[in-house]
């Protein structure tokens, strides 16, 4: 019998077992003509159940060792690379097609790896639905709306490119080692942004700075990103028609990007005072 491979702490490794692999699968409900990628597969509990099911998966795996052990399970559409996610390019599978994204992911980089795929789809659009693994916790903000505590960076900037659904619901012991933590599946179903943006980098970067001061009105949570553009946040708020005594939690994404054209237009009054 096989030794079973050691979950690596630097990796962030929490390797899931057979029955929720089983569970897992169902979740993504795969369709035989789909091209999946996986993010760190680990000792392909969910490879080998959606390999067969599927017409193409990359697996991208950052330990050497597992893709080692992975080499000798995996059917001959499933094509193993060795390397953090995080640097992996989908351009170079989105342009055969669309794609669909599966992992479960280390509790450790999950935002950055969202924050990528998000990136990617932007930028390909490529990506059809993305079905992941995180900690509970990551999942409350990523599904959090407006006038809540968990609403902020993560929920905005996914919820711009997809609808998100929560589709399972993990205990600790889903998994060998057991996190301290519970986990959640969510379901990212990527579209066109829901808010017409002429600038989406500028949306981020407001997004980023205001929700630092998340408990201050909009009017002073704005001062330094609108200092930065020699803009004045009072007049970018009338612009965008925003209470200057709101606070950030509470702007949806149309008033958000609202927000963010009225600082991309060039008639703001850059070098303007601020007034207060």
């Known amino acids: 019998m096989a030794t079973r491979p050691r979950a690596r702490k630097r990796y962030g490794q929490h390797f899931l077992e057979p029955a929720w692999a089983d569970k897992l699968v169902a979740a993504i409900d795969p369709r035989p003509r789909d091209r999946f990628v996986e993010i760190g597969p680990g000792p392909g509990a969910l490879t080998i159940r959606l390999a067969p099911r599927v017409a193409t998966l990359v697996a991208v795996e950052i330990d050497a060792g597992l893709v080692g052990i992975l080499q000798e399970r995996v059917p001959a559409n499933v094509t193993l690379v060795h390397a953090d996610f995080l640097q992996f390019d989908l351009r170079n599978l989105t342009k055969d097609g669309a794609i669909r994204i599966a992992g479960n992911l280390p509790y450790n980089i999950s935002s950055p790896i969202l924050f990528k795929l998000v990136r990617d789809h932007r930028e390909s659009g490529g990506i059809l639905d993305a079905t992941l693994m995180l900690q509970r916790e990551v999942a409350e903000r990523i599904e959090a709306i407006p006038g809540t505590k968990d609403y902020g960076v993560v929920s905005i900037l996914v919820g711009l490119h997809a609808d998100v659904r929560?589709?399972?619901?993990?205990?600790?012991?889903?998994?060998?080692?057991?996190?301290?933590?519970?986990?959640?599946?969510?379901?990212?179903?990527?579209?066109?942004?829901?808010?017409?943006?002429?600038?989406?980098?500028?949306?981020?970067?407001?997004?980023?700075?205001?929700?630092?001061?998340?408990?201050?009105?909009?009017?002073?949570?704005?001062?330094?990103?609108?200092?930065?553009?020699?803009?004045?946040?009072?007049?970018?708020?009338?612009?965008?028609?925003?209470?200057?005594?709101?606070?950030?939690?509470?702007?949806?994404?149309?008033?958000?990007?609202?927000?963010?054209?009225?600082?991309?237009?060039?008639?703001?009054?850059?070098?303007?005072?601020?007034?207060?």
């Open 166 to 276: 929560r589709v399972l619901t993990l205990p600790p012991g889903a998994f060998r080692p057991p996190p301290r933590v519970h986990s959640a599946v969510i379901r990212l179903d990527f579209r066109t942004p829901r808010a017409g943006l002429r600038d989406e980098i500028l949306f981020e970067q407001m997004v980023r700075s205001v929700f630092t001061q998340r408990r201050k009105t909009l009017l002073n949570a704005l001062r330094a990103f609108a200092h930065s553009r020699g803009a004045d946040p009072r007049q970018a708020l009338e612009s965008a028609g925003i209470d200057t005594r709101r606070r950030p939690e509470t702007l949806d994404l149309v008033e958000l990007a609202r927000l963010a054209d009225a600082f991309g237009a060039r008639d703001l009054g850059r070098g303007a005072r601020d007034q207060e």
